[in-house]
Structure formats: structure tokens, C-alpha cells
């Protein structure tokens, strides 16, 4: 190891936690869904969290941004205790989710501003001139969203969910139905954001070769525990897999699982009924 390498190790080392998840469980009825789970997320560090469908990814992200309660064990996220400072936490992370959660009757300048509103975002004006230019849809402001393309409304999310200046955001499948070219122009702009704003980034995705050219770490979590962790490149060593797809297919098998589509459309329902209840 050079003396760069070893300085740099000890920066990660000395970089503070952002998302502490300890001994975590969530049961619900005689079903355990999230069974002793633990992890940690650095500040400025982009982090997969991946697994099959039913694997206890939604319930996971549901408890860490204060949707759901846990049955047992510790959160921290940004320092804060979900349960018990909820609303410090919401400010402290952005959301973005698989399908768009704007208004489509509203431009995107309205979209920014109602976000700003509700997360009283002083001077809002100029930061939201600032993240549309960055996500290029400024000469589109006073557009309608329902005339924008799936790769504008999700450059859109983003924008919207960076506004309050958040410390994590978390991304829900951000890619799901994206062509390369905007799915590659996406991760240009969250790579940019996080070398520029030192933003911590969350995400899910059902594209392994996303996972490993994004992630500095990845958590495959399968029937409700972490079955590995590491870098790409350390967990696919660990299965002795060319790639990353096969690695997680060697760990959570070949069996299609169903998927629970109404637990993120709770997910969703929770979020705009916290909405209202700041209008």
C-alpha cells in the first residue's frame, strides 16, 4: 500500500456514518420480513441495496424513512432516530421513486416551488434555477410536466428532491424503463451531485451491471437478512462470478418471486398524505 492509499483509507475510515442500521427486525404477524438486519452507510459514499423481489428491501427503506416502524433494533439516519425525531429525518433525505410522484398538470418551476414550500426552503428561488439548469430542463420550466419525456420527469425528481438540500437521498429503482442514453445521462448527474454536494446516495435497482458500475458498496439482502456485502468486486469474488448478476443469482437462486407491488404503493400513498397534512 502507497502512503496516497493508506491516506486515503484512513479518510474513509474518519468519515462520518450517515445511515446506521443495527440488529434490525420487522415483523409482521407470524411473518418476519426483515430478520436482524445490520449495515452502515458513509457520508458521500453510494451504496446499493439490492435483492429479489419479497427479499425485505421496500420494508427496509420504509423503516429508515420513518414510514414504517421496527420491531426491534436501531436506525440512525444523519444521527437522527426515526421514531423519535421523524420529522429532522425527513428533512435530512430527498426521495425519489420508480414512478413519478409529480404533478403533471403543473409545471416544472410549480413542481419546485410546492416542494419548497413545503419544506420551508429559504430563498428557494435561486436554488431552483441552480438544480434545473444542472439537470438541463431550465428552458423547460414553464413547461406542463405531462409533456415531458420518462427520462425528464425522473431528471425532474431529482431536481426536486435535492431542493431541500438533503445530506442522503434515496433512489427507488431510479432507471426502472429508461433507455441507456438517459440512464446514463441520470447517473452523470447523481455522480456529479455527489462529488459536488458530498450527497450520500441510497439506491435499489433490478440491474446488476447498474449496481456494479455505480456502487462503491452494494447489501444483497434475500428472506430478510444481508446474505453479503462488500464492493462489486468483493462480493463477486466471494461467489467466484464473472458478474455481478451471477454472483447475486448464486446467492438468492433462479426462482422467480412475486412481487408486492402494493407495499410501494403504500410507500407512496404515505409520502403525499405527509404532503397534505404540511399544506
Do not use: C
Not at 254 to 275: C, F, P, Y
Amino acid at each position: 500500500m502507497t502512503a496516497e492509499d493508506a491516506e486515503d483509507a484512513d479518510t474513509e475510515q474518519q468519515l462520518p456514518v450517515m445511515i446506521e442500521v443495527r440488529n434490525l427486525v420487522k415483523r409482521f404477524g407470524d411473518v418476519t420480513a426483515v430478520d436482524d438486519v445490520s449495515f452502515s452507510v458513509k457520508r458521500g459514499e453510494i451504496f446499493a441495496f439490492l435483492g429479489p423481489n419479497g427479499a425485505g428491501k421496500s420494508t427496509t427503506i420504509k423503516m429508515l424513512t420513518t414510514l414504517l416502524r421496527p420491531t426491534s433494533g436501531l436506525i440512525r439516519v444523519n444521527g437522527l432516530d426515526p421514531q423519535k425525531d421523524a420529522l429532522a429525518v425527513r428533512r435530512s433525505f430527498g426521495i425519489v421513486f420508480q414512478d413519478a410522484s409529480l404533478d403533471d398538470q403543473l409545471t416544472a418551476q410549480e413542481n419546485m416551488e410546492i416542494h419548497g414550500a413545503l419544506y420551508k426552503v429559504k430563498d428557494a428561488g435561486p436554488k431552483i434555477e441552480r438544480l434545473l439548469k444542472f439537470v438541463d430542463l431550465y428552458d423547460r420550466r414553464k413547461s406542463q410536466v405531462q409533456k415531458f419525456s420518462g427520462g425528464m420527469k425522473r431528471r425532474l425528481e431529482i431536481a426536486r428532491g435535492l431542493l431541500h438540500h438533503p445530506t442522503i437521498i434515496f433512489l427507488d429503482e431510479p432507471t426502472l424503463g429508461l433507455d441507456p442514453q438517459t440512464r446514463n445521462q441520470m447517473w452523470a448527474y447523481l455522480h456529479e451531485m455527489n462529488k459536488t454536494e458530498g450527497t450520500t446516495v441510497f439506491f435499489t435497482t433490478h440491474y446488476m451491471e447498474e449496481a456494479d458500475r455505480n456502487a462503491e458498496r452494494i447489501a444483497i439482502i434475500d428472506h430478510g437478512k444481508i446474505v453479503a456485502m462488500g464492493s462489486p468486486a468483493e462480493v463477486k469474488q466471494s461467489q467466484n462470478a464473472a458478474t455481478l448478476e451471477e454472483a447475486f443469482l448464486s446467492l438468492t437462486g433462479h426462482s422467480i418471486r412475486e412481487e408486492d407491488a402494493s407495499s410501494t404503493d403504500r410507500m407512496r400513498a404515505m409520502i403525499r398524505g405527509m404532503q397534505s397534512r404540511r399544506r
